[in-house]
DNA sequence: GCCGTTTTCGGCCCGACTGTTTTCAGTCG
């Protein structure tokens, strides 16, 4: 919804990478991507601030607010467009590629003219870099690597982008008259960690009008394919959504067919067919008579199959439709079960929002108890300090019981160092409410030191919850080599949770291995991780990984109840 | 380009890691 912000922070990015690029003053393009950080965080649309307001925003002065009021005022920048003009689009594109910096594209675009991934790989291929300086034959391989991760997501794209446009959408659409229904489908639905393309649905009796709205929208790039019942677009950015329009009569129908998965829906029409039934987007038919069996709703779908409905998160056949078969679905955990956050930040290190915002934020949520987990001193760049911990823990404990029943715990995020210790001593530990210890560096080290490490911070008694435990990045860095059997057994045997991640680029842990981690008797916590009021939001996201991989309240350690999450936070003995 | 309980100038997140180098540049968090 904060749609002026993003497009904000798109272009302050664009235009830091491209003075990077070009090799100017690096405090520059650093002081460039400061204030697209703090503008995406920024509850204010800011397309209807003036001067004064955007430069109260840190990080955003004179110079910038002006760049922006001319971007709202003209659709452009001037300075922005020269730089553009010197360098390719795809040059920029270059520094997507991990372990591939700004330094590194200029060279190849200086000597070698290339401006494409494409043509970055070609060249490897053809061994046009070697000679270059600084490029030798590792340089090769981690750039084809980098390459090769980055074409696995293809031209899918991260949850909240695919949701945010999505909502958008559905947003716009069901304001046409006419329009009786509107909601998004496909692999969104399902929460799957990335999109490929968006589908939505709309019932109407005439679907004309929905169309037209549909291919008029700003973001339309180019009409793929226009029909009565089906509407194809590609966005200004790239990415194709579909419309489908349909009568009211058979939205249930539709809305299961299109949400899919395909090997789900494959297997529930084959559970029609053996009851010589035909199950279509149209509806439930008799295969004999032809006639329409059921279609309204969802539910009334799955019941004609013997099943009982099944949450959309859940439907990729991994064993949901036996269990609704046998009426044994999983009671799945929803945003509305959750407490409390206890994965979060200020700006005291790296968060955008100031401690009083984001529990202002938190409170709104109706959350019964946040977590502050700022991060620790060993992350040298956030230049954490007793002092600072100490004094920011005074505060909150003034703070607490100011924000109506929301209890405040003091936390904070520590490094999971090498060897498997943590930034402070047992002593100065104990006197945090809740420690989430996670990876921050040494991501190469090999399966037998990672896993030693890892367990090691499960048996600290004072990490309570193992954060993103893969460490992965989706479409950038590969997760950690770790023995995870290994991993889950500690954290089972010693109570520490693992943290499901919430931020898009890290959903971690992942669908399948919080599966894997449920059957070692692991606890979990949904945390949003969140650097902005805006990521407090962010928590669906982890709930929707959290149902993937199956789990109830009672896996979640943030559903709990104050009482027995401060049990649990003790450690002393193994999970209840 | 931003910012100021030392400042309107001179700092700015700083250290580890990697690969390419024989002393360092680039990238990352």
Not at 15 to 26: N, P, V
Not at 508 to 516: F, G, Q
Not at 539 to 564: C, E, F, H, K
Request: aromatic share 6%.
């Amino acid at each position: 919804m904060a749609r002026p912000n993003d497009e904000v922070e798109s272009l302050l990015r664009e235009y830091a990478d491209l003075l990077a690029i070009t090799g100017g003053d690096a405090f520059k393009a650093r002081a460039y991507e400061r204030a697209a950080r703090a503008i995406a965080g920024c509850h204010d649309d800011v397309s209807t601030l003036g001067a004064r307001e955007l430069k109260a925003i840190p990080g955003v002065g004179k110079s910038i607010a002006d760049k922006i009021e001319e971007y709202f005022r003209d659709g452009r920048v001037a300075a922005f467009e020269e730089v553009r003009a010197r360098i390719p689009a795809g040059v920029r594109q270059l520094i997507e590629i991990p372990t591939l910096g700004p330094k590194k594209a200029a060279l190849l675009h200086d000597q070698l003219g290339i401006s494409s991934v494409d043509e970055l790989a070609d060249a490897i291929k053809a061994e046009r870099l070697r000679g270059l300086k600084g490029f030798g034959p590792k340089t090769e391989e981690n750039i084809l690597h980098g390459i090769d991760l980055m074409r696995q997501t293809g031209g899918r794209v991260l949850l909240d982008v695919a949701m945010n446009l999505a909502e958008e959408i559905v947003a716009t659409l069901s304001a046409v008259t006419g329009c009786l229904r509107c909601t998004y489908a496909g692999s969104l639905r399902r929460y799957r960690e990335t999109i490929g393309d968006v589908d939505i649905l709309a019932a109407a009796t005439d679907s004309a009008p929905i169309m037209a709205a549909f291919r008029n929208l700003d973001l339309v790039d180019e009409v793929i394919a226009s029909g009565e019942k089906k509407t194809s677009i590609r966005t200004t950015k790239g990415l194709q959504v579909d419309l489908r329009v349909v009568p009211l009569e058979a939205w249930g129908a539709a809305l299961q067919y299109f949400t899919g998965s395909q090997a789900h829906n494959v297997r529930t029409r084959e559970i029609a067919v053996h009851a010589k039934l035909k199950l279509s987007e149209y509806g439930l038919f008799d295969v004999e008579t032809g006639k329409l069996v059921v279609s309204e709703t969802e539910e009334e779908v799955y019941r004609r199959l013997g099943l009982a409905w099944i949450p959309p998160t859940l439907r990729e056949d991994r064993g949901e439709i036996d269990a609704a078969a046998r009426d044994q679905l999983p009671g799945l955990v929803t945003e509305r079960d959750l407490r409390g956050d206890l994965h979060t930040h200020t700006d005291l290190t790296d968060g955008v929002a100031t401690l009083e915002d984001m529990l202002e934020t938190a409170a709104q949520r109706g959350y019964a108890y946040y977590a502050v987990t700022d991060h620790a001193p060993n992350l040298v760049m956030q230049r954490m300090s007793d002092e600072k911990m100490l004094f920011q823990r005074a505060r909150l404990r003034e703070l607490d019981g100011k924000y109506g029943r929301m209890r405040l715990l003091h936390g904070t995020e520590l490094n999971i160092d090498a060897d498997g210790d943590v930034d402070w001593p047992p002593d100065f530990l104990e006197g945090f409410d809740v420690c989430v210890a996670s990876v921050h560096s040494s991501f190469g080290q090999s399966r037998r030191d990672m896993t030693r490490r890892l367990v090691r911070a499960c048996e600290n008694p004072h990490v309570n919850i193992i954060g993103h435990p893969t460490t992965r990045l989706i479409g950038r860095r590969d997760p950690v080599d770790a023995d995870l059997a290994e991993v889950f057994r500690a954290c089972a045997r010693t109570g520490t949770a693992l943290e499901v991640n919430s931020l898009p680029d890290r959903l971690d842990l992942r669908d399948e291995h919080i599966l894997w981690a449920k059957e070692f008797g692991v606890k979990f916590a949904i945390n949003s991780d969140a650097h902005s009021t805006q990521n407090l939001h962010g928590i669906s996201y982890g709930v929707g990984t959290a149902q993937r991989g199956w789990l109830t309240p009672d896996d979640v350690i943030n559903t709990w109840p104050l009482t027995r999450l401060r049990k649990f936070l003790l450690k002393a003995s193994p999970t209840p």
